[in-house]
């Protein structure tokens, strides 16, 4: 278990730039989640994966924003015409189902990639 | 999911036990409560989590009083490495309800 993995892990664009964010789950989880936390905020949910089903976005997810897993194992975020209200550290989690397949699941989170948009 | 009450901040000596409180008055039956850290620039940690009996794990104690509208994570001798920001979540695991709602956490200072 190498845990969950995030690339970059420090990100500066200028505004008005499209930026993109790798996430490798832990091996074997089917479930992946994309989060926001800004300054002395908790993380907030944006996006979250069901193997390469995209099951639920939050409001959040504005339409310059778009998450994909082709292949239902790595994900990436993709930021266009990044703002300064962007800047952020993104998180990525990932679990898998519960004992018999139960939603009882912990989600094991990346370290983040820190995004600060001049 | 239940909204949760917790301190700003708090602050223990090394070695002595940490007690973080949690408060969740409107929790309803079957929604987990669910204890993440997040140490500072790092992703949070997942620490216990438990529904209606106490939880202890080799990180924590977790105490969920009988009416289930507070709980206080415990941990047992806090060293500096503990300095974190603590979050109480409360969840309905339902499918469907996947998402963690994080509130603003206590920040727990261990002193030397």
């Known amino acids: 278990d190498t845990g969950v993995s995030q690339d970059p892990r420090h990100k500066i664009t200028k505004r008005g730039q499209n930026v993109t964010f790798r996430c490798d789950p832990i091996?074997?989880?089917?479930?992946l989640y994309w989060y926001r936390q800004t300054l002395g905020q908790g993380p907030e949910f944006l996006t979250y994966?069901?193997?390469?089903?995209?099951?639920?976005k939050s409001r959040l997810l504005s339409d310059r924003f778009s998450a994909e897993r082709p292949k239902g194992s790595f994900s990436t975020l993709e930021i266009q015409r990044t703002e300064q209200g962007d800047s952020a550290m993104y998180l990525c989690a990932s679990s898998a189902p519960g004992l018999a397949g139960g939603p009882e699941e912990t989600q094991y989170f990346g370290p983040g990639t820190r995004l600060l948009v001049l | 999911d239940a909204k949760t009450t917790q301190p700003p901040s708090m602050d223990c000596a090394e070695g002595r036990a940490a007690n973080l409180p949690c408060n969740h008055s409107t929790i309803s039956g079957n929604e987990y409560v669910y204890w993440y850290r997040q140490i500072h620039s790092q992703g949070p940690q997942y620490i216990i989590h438990?529904?209606?009996n106490n939880e202890t794990n080799e990180m924590a104690s977790l105490i969920i009083t009988e009416d289930r509208k507070s709980s206080t994570l415990i941990l047992p001798h806090a060293t500096l490495r503990d300095t974190a920001v603590y979050y109480c979540i409360v969840r309905l695991l339902i499918f469907g309800n996947e998402k963690l709602t994080f509130g603003t956490g206590t920040r727990l200072t261990i002193i030397p």
């Open positions: 091996s074997e989880h089917n479930r």
């Open positions: 438990g529904l209606k």
């Open positions: 994966f069901q193997n390469e089903a995209q099951l639920e």
